[in-house]
Every structure is written in C-alpha cells, then in structure tokens.
C-alpha cells in the first residue's frame, strides 16, 4: 500500500484499460497527472473502455475530482467510454455534480496579445473619449458659473465655507515648510555662485522675483494639487461609489452645483492668498541664508529685495495662483465624477487628479511664460 497517491495501469483482455488509485490523494502531498493516462492510452490504442479500481485508495480530497474531471474529458476527446463503478461512491456523487451544468461554449477565451497597432488605436481612442469627457466637463462648468453669476446656483454655504477652512487654515503648515525649504535652496544655489564674484548681496533678487513670479505660486498649486485635489477626488469618488451623487440627481440637485462649484470657489479665493504667504516665507528662507552664509544684515537684505520686486511681479504671481487653483479643482473634481464604482477606483481616482493637477499647472506655467514675455510683463 502507498502511504502517497499514485496510479498503476491493468490491461484487460478485452481491451479495458484499468486505472487503479494507490494511497493517499492529496493537494498538499502531491498528485499524479492525468498525462500518465493520456501516454497509456495512446501507446496501447486503447478504444472500447477505462474502468478505475479504488480498493487501495485509503484517503482522498478534491485532488482525486481535479484528476478524474481530467480524465473524463480526454475519454470525451478519444470517444472511450469511462465506467466509474470502481470508484468510491462520494467521488461518483462529486464528478456527476460537477459534470451536471456543462460548461457554457465560448466561456474560457483565450486571450491573444494585441499588435502594436491594435494598442495605438485603443491608447488614441481611450484619449479621445478622456478629451470628450474633459470638454463636456469645461462646458457644463462654464454653465454652472454662469448661474452663480446670475445668483441662480444652488449650493449650501456652510459647505463653501468649510472648504475654504480645508483649503486655506489647514493648508498653511506644509506651505510654510515648502515654501521655506524653496526660499533656502534659490539662496544657497545662488550664493554658491555670486559669491564668486562678489555679488552675494543679488541673492535676495534672485530669490524675491523668482518667488513672487514663479516659484511661489508653482510651488503652491503642486502641493494643494497633491493635498486638495486628491482629497476632492476621493471625496467625490466615494459619494459616487455610496450613490450620493445619484441620490441629489434622483432629489433634483446638480452634483457641480452642489458638489464641485463650492470647491472650485474655495480654491479660487484661498490660491492667491495662499501664494502670497508663499512668497512671504520664501524670501524669509532666503534672508536666512543671506544673513547666516553672507553675512548680510537683515535690514539690508529685505532692502535689496523691496527694489528687486514690483507689483506687476507680485500681481502676476497672485494671478497665475488663481488659474492653478481653478485647475486642481477641475482635475480632482472631473476624477471624482469618472471615478468607478469599486473602492480601488477611488485611490486610482485620486492619483490620477493629482497628476492631472500637476500637468495641467506645468502646462499653464509654460503658456503664461510664454505670453508674459510677449506682453513684456
């Protein structure tokens, strides 16, 4: 007697096949492969019949269905009968339960690689409806506005001022570090260099325009794109996964009246105070190099930065912060709305709004360099 599951083969005079179960059948030990039956039968040229014999089969699990399914299906294929009275009763009850309900044609596809130009096409189409999405999007938005103008959009101020706490008070720690750290590094870089010439007092120039133009309002929007607008999509994305936001169109509410015109408002009115904090603290960071590294006095630090900077500078940055602002709520608000109806797609959806956020404020950087010089602002 095996104390493991195996097989050996009988050869009838009558063109029977015999199986015959040796030991233990197990998942965890192991089992034979129905290829060992498929080899027999195709060097004996069996054809009338396969019958088993159990007698030496002391235990077994579902490894012996897994196996006699197999079986089944190549005597199926070979056109040879399979008699299962040599087997266990309970394993005749299983196979006969598992064979009831035959498996539906066409239900295991194979799934053949794509071609490369059957994966462009899919990437082109799936960007063209994503644009299609995007655009209704803007345009429904625009619509929404358009009713806040004429003081008919419908929305709860004491969402609209909640959103302004979480976009404004609470954001202000993580501003203060990155804004900081930025004014430190635009110092160190460029007292590395100016030191050499013995211009170390144009770090405060450096560092005030490059914040109050771009840095303090880029820096900004990156953070609340990757604080703000991930939380908006998530948001959103689960009142979508729960059916809230089927629920207010069900009650006759607008889900971007109710849901995304607050949050695009909130942004838009923290963004630029925001960015100014911003600048503010960077130029502290560069004043701490300047002082520490420089040896500048701090009265003459923040005087060379006060001639350095204008209005237009401060104005400039102040406006690019808004337009960020509006566009991190956008991308996290348009994600929230395509967010699936699964819990995993509500993490996908709001790591797609911070990418989105991020591209979307690089681009308009680009777009606002570009027409600033034109306007020789």
């Known amino acids: ?5 195996g097989l050996s083969f009988i050869q009838a005079q009558d063109g029977t096949l015999v199986i015959r179960l040796l030991g233990a059948w197990s998942l965890k030990a192991g089992i034979p492969s129905a290829a060992d039956v498929q080899g027999k039968v195709a060097s004996t040229g069996i054809s009338r019949r396969v019958a088993f014999d159990s007698r030496e089969l002391t235990s077994w699990d579902s490894s012996v269905l897994t196996f006699l399914v197999e079986v089944s299906e190549l005597c199926r294929q070979r056109g040879i009968p399979m ?3 040599g087997l266990p009763l309970g394993v005749q009850k299983l196979l006969a339960l598992a064979e009831a309900v035959p498996e539906r044609k066409g239900a295991r596809r194979d799934v053949a690689e ?15 409806g994503s644009a299609k999405e995007m655009l209704a999007f803007l345009g429904d938005m625009t619509v929404t ?3 806040l103008f004429r003081l008919k959009a419908h929305y709860r101020a004491s969402d609209l001022f909640l959103l302004i706490q979480q976009c404004g008070a609470q954001a202000l720690p993580i501003v203060t570090l990155i804004s900081f750290l930025v004014g430190v590094i635009l110092a160190f870089v460029g007292a590395v260099q100016l030191k050499q010439f013995g211009a170390q007092i144009y770090v405060a120039d450096l560092v005030g325009i490059a914040m109050m133009r771009e840095m303090g309002a880029m820096m900004t929007g990156i953070i609340m794109a990757g604080r703000t607008g991930a939380a908006f999509a998530a948001q959103i994305g689960t009142m979508k996964v729960t059916q809230e936001v089927d629920a207010l169109t069900t009650a006759g509410f607008s889900p971007l009246e109710f849901l995304v015109l607050p949050r695009v408002m909130a942004l838009i009115a923290m963004m630029p105070l925001l960015c100014l904090y911003a600048n503010f603290v960077g130029v502290i960071g560069g004043a701490v190099i300047g002082v520490g590294m420089l040896d500048l006095s701090w009265t003459t ?9 204008s209005l237009t500078d401060i104005s400039g940055g102040v406006f690019k912060a808004s337009v960020y602002g509006v566009l991190i709520a956008l991308s996290g608000c348009l994600r929230g709305l395509q967010c699936g109806n699964s ?3 509500v ?14 404020i690089v681009m308009a950087c680009g777009i ?3 027409v600033f010089y034109i306007l020789g602002i």
């Open 301 to 309: 630090y923040f005087n060379e930065t006060a001639n350095a900077i």
């Open 83 to 85: 008699d299962r009275e």
């Open 347 to 360: 993490g996908d959806a709001a790591t797609s709004a911070v990418v989105t956020g991020i591209v979307a």
């Open 343 to 345: 819990s995993s797609a």
């Open 368 to 370: 606002f360099a570009v």
């Open 145 to 147: 506005f358009l009713a």
């Open 114 to 128: 794509a071609s490369f130009l059957e994966r462009i096409g899919t990437s082109t189409l799936g960007l063209a």
């Open 1 to 5: 007697m095996s104390e493991r599951g």
